[in-house]
């Protein structure tokens, strides 16, 4: 049950320090498929088992999870990105 791998890491690594939406489109398969699709797997699996001890959590992962893009419209750092994952 490994979701996340190095690549995952890489990935926000990269982000940080190329924080643009130049450097996002080129490397948007790596976020769909290294970081989006385990995020969403692992949430989907923790809402699971949460369900399973009688708690019932009526969203799903897309309901759970925060976009990667950053509201900057009133904030003095205008990067595009958020350098993690939220739920």
Known sequence: MVYFDADYINFFD???NNNTKE??????KIYENKV???F?????ELIAA???????IPM???????RINRDIRFS????????HMGQ
């Open 50 to 56: 949460y369900n399973a001890l009688g708690y019932k």
């Open 23 to 28: 450097w996002f489109d080129t490397n948007k």
């Open 14 to 16: 990269g982000l940080e």
């Open 76 to 83: 003095n750092d205008k990067s595009p990105y958020k350098t």
């Open 60 to 66: 799903t992962a897309k309901d759970a999870i925060m």
């Open 40 to 44: 969403n797997a692992f949430i989907e």
């Open 36 to 38: 989006k699709k385990p």
